[in-house]
């Protein structure tokens, strides 16, 4: 599972940086999401860590 959550964020990072240097302001809204949705996966990763 922690990998899982890992892939997610990694695919949502490269996702808002290909749609950032890609695309810039057309889907600008979209990039925001992405990268919100990355920071979330990763502080939710941070929060969780590793359990005994």
Known sequence: ???LVWL????L???WLVGYFG???SV???IHIL???AIIG???RLAV???P
């Open 1 to 3: 599972m922690r990998d």
């Open 8 to 11: 997610i964020v990694v695919i």
């Open 13 to 15: 990072l490269i996702g």
């Open 23 to 25: 695309f810039g302001e």
């Open 28 to 30: 600008g809204a979209l």
């Open 35 to 37: 990268l919100v949705l």
């Open 42 to 44: 990763i502080l939710y």
């Open 49 to 51: 860590g590793r359990r």
